[in-house]
């Protein structure tokens, strides 16, 4: 190899670390809201393209990866204060990249706002469920995410409206110990070897309008819960004027 190959094969064996750490820092940047982490399975927002603008690598309008074409339809991958992360049609290929707020149409601030708003509470909620708690605010489908099944469910329609309430027992797990004779020694030692399941209350929660609004438990644990948890109500989506 001639020293000028070797040159070039050493500058892009350098730049690429870079490279890669820049994507990687870019998807984790606290500033950065991804919309997988939070939009309903299934669901997309939609951003429309009136004239070609240019698209960039980095939030920072860094390193243009092209220019999009106009009149397009975009998928919004991304936002933060200032840009939205886009997938859309460049005029050399599909391409993934940033470009201005302003640069596209289809979400007032209002929209955007709404959607780190949804995002926070996403955030919120899936502690909530990973800590097998519930909250004033989330939905059944969250609580029963939680909590599991419920052991009964009620429903009730009247002039306000349609009414529901989720009820299960709770259960705390009591170690069963035993003895087991080491197979080398002859030792008997003394260890867990399964756990009992005790009936120690129950839970209930009614929801009105689709979110929580009262938490009743009656419970033998002398555990604390703690103080009892809020989260935003849940923001309508797709969002309608």
């Given at each position: 190899m001639n020293k000028i190959g070797f040159l070039a094969l050493a500058l892009l064996w350098l730049s690429l670390p870079a490279l890669v750490w820049g994507e990687s820092r870019l998807l984790r940047d606290e500033e950065v809201i991804l919309l997988e982490e939070f939009l309903p399975e299934g669901e997309s927002v939609k951003l429309t393209l009136d004239e070609p603008a240019p698209i960039f690598y980095t939030r920072k309008a860094q390193r243009r990866l092209g220019t999009l074409e106009a009149p397009q339809e975009v998928e919004l991958l991304a936002f933060d204060q200032f840009g939205f992360r886009i997938r859309g049609q460049a005029t050399h290929g599909q391409v993934a990249g940033w470009i201005g707020q302003k640069t596209a149409s289809g979400l007032s601030a209002e929209d955007v706002q709404n959607l780190a708003k949804l995002a926070e509470r996403r955030k919120l909620v899936r502690e909530l469920i990973a800590n097998q708690e519930v909250a004033l605010g989330m939905t059944p489908a969250e609580c029963m995410e939680a909590l599991g099944s419920p052991t009964r469910r009620a429903s009730t329609l009247d002039a306000q409206g349609r009414s529901?309430?989720?009820?299960?027992?709770?259960?705390?797990?009591?170690?069963?110990?035993?003895?087991?004779?080491?197979?080398?020694?002859?030792?008997?030692?003394?260890?867990?070897?399964?756990?009992?399941?005790?009936?120690?209350?129950?839970?209930?929660?009614?929801?009105?309008?689709?979110?929580?609004?009262?938490?009743?438990?009656?419970?033998?644990?002398?555990?604390?819960?703690g103080q009892l948890k809020i989260v935003p109500l849940p923001v309508e989506f797709p969002f309608r004027p």
């Open positions: 529901e309430r989720l009820e299960w027992i709770t259960y705390e797990k009591i170690p069963v110990y035993g003895y087991v004779t080491d197979p080398y020694t002859g030792a008997a030692y003394r260890q867990v070897i399964g756990y009992d399941k005790v009936e120690t209350g129950f839970l209930s929660v009614a929801f009105e309008n689709g979110a929580a609004a009262e938490i009743q438990e009656e419970s033998e644990d002398t555990k604390d819960r």
